[in-house]
């Protein structure tokens, strides 16, 4: 079921465009579907299984804009490892500030507390792209299956845990087995 609760005199396109100007004074709610493409998302080989959903309420308190919300998803990606497709649920829950653009300009340093800022311009905040950044963020640095993937086998590339590889795959020594053989050696 998609709901969309927005008061009459704030105006919403398709983009997600927010007018900051005519926000309610006790705020506003979205909750709808939002459909990306698999080239809008930082994981190249990922691929929607579900439209991404977001619960999202945004507030103006003087000239800041706070936005809280919820994003949700499933999506396939394809493990690092074994190169096998898996299905990662996304559930990401956040709460963000954002300051007028102007303010970025008044400070021309980088501090450690404006690494976190963030900025909107000309009065307006596209929701769709704060939904985007945040699911993108919930992406891990590397696609695992499992904590615990073996990967492909080096000698005849079949998936370790699927068990049809029976290579045997000499495991190099560790250091410390190493060190026990030099030492057996002087003795």
């Known amino acids: 079921m998609k709901r969309n609760f927005f008061p009459k005199d704030v105006r919403v396109d398709t983009t997600m465009m927010i007018d900051i100007d005519r926000l309610p004074k006790d705020g506003l709610h979205v909750a709808r579907d939002f459909e990306f ?5 930082v994981e190249e080989n990922a691929v929607f299984l579900e439209p991404a959903r977001a619960d999202l309420t945004v507030r103006l308190s003087g000239d800041e804009v706070l936005v809280q919300g919820r994003v949700t998803a499933r999506l396939s990606f394809v493990c690092a490892r074994c190169l096998t497709p898996f299905e990662f649920p996304v559930d990401s829950r956040f709460d963000l500030v954002f300051l007028p653009e102007e303010l970025d300009g008044l400070s021309e340093e980088l501090t450690d507390e ?4 963030l900025f909107y311009s000309g009065r307006q905040l596209d929701l769709r792209a704060v939904v985007l950044e945040q699911l993108n963020l919930t992406f891990p640095a590397k696609p695992l299956c499992s904590s615990g993937c073996e990967g492909i086998c080096a000698v005849c590339g079949e998936v370790i845990r699927e068990a049809k590889c029976s290579c045997l795959v000499k495991e190099p020594e560790s250091g410390v087995a190493r060190l026990e053989f030099l030492l057996r050696d002087k003795s």
């Open 114 to 117: 404006k690494i976190d800022q």
């Open 37 to 41: 493409v698999s080239l809008d998302l």
